[in-house]
C-alpha cells in the first residue's frame, strides 16, 4: 500500500471515531468566565442541595430535606474540565457519576439529577459550573 494511502485510512478512521472532528465535537467550545460566588448562592437557591453534598461545605445542606447524596468535590485524580461539568447539568445522562451504585442515581441509563435546562438561564449555568469546578482538588492518589 502507498504510504499516502495509509495516511489516508488513519484520518479518515480518526474522524469516524469522532474524537475532535465532525457535528458534535466540543471543538471551539468556550463560556464566558464565571461569578462562583454567584454561583454558591444559586446552588443553593436551586435547590441543588437536596441530592448534593459539597466536600467540605456541610453547611450548605443545613436545613436541607436531603433526598440523596452524591457528592460534588475533593480530591480527584483529574480535574473535569467545564465542558464535562456543564454536560453534567444541562445532560446528565450523557456520563453517570462514578463510584455509586448504578441504581441509586440512575433509573433505565437515565440520571435521577432533576431536569434544570428550562428553568436555568445561561449566566446561572456559567455561574453554578464555576463554583462547581473550584470544589475539586487534584490528587494523584485519589
Ligand atoms: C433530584 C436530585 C438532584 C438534584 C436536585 C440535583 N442533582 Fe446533580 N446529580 C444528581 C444525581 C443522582 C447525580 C449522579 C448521576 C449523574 O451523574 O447524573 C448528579 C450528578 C451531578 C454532577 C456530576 C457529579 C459527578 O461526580 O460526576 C454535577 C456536577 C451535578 N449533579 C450538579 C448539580 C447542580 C449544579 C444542581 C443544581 C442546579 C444539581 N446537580 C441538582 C441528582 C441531583
Known sequence: MRPSAIIGIGVVSFALSGCDVGPKSARGF????????????????MGC???????GMPGL?????????????????????????????INPSHEIARGYERNAVSSDGESLMRNYNDVMTVSEMIDIVAFVQRQYQLDDEA
Open 49 to 55: 442541595p437536596a441530592c448534593h453534598e459539597v466536600a
Open 30 to 45: 468556550r463560556l464566558p468566565d464565571g461569578d462562583a460566588a454567584r454561583g454558591e448562592r444559586l446552588f443553593s437557591d
Open 61 to 89: 445542606r443545613e436545613g436541607v430535606d436531603a433526598q440523596m447524596t452524591v457528592v460534588i468535590g475533593g480530591p480527584t485524580p483529574r480535574i473535569r474540565n467545564y465542558g464535562e461539568l456543564v454536560t453534567s447539568v
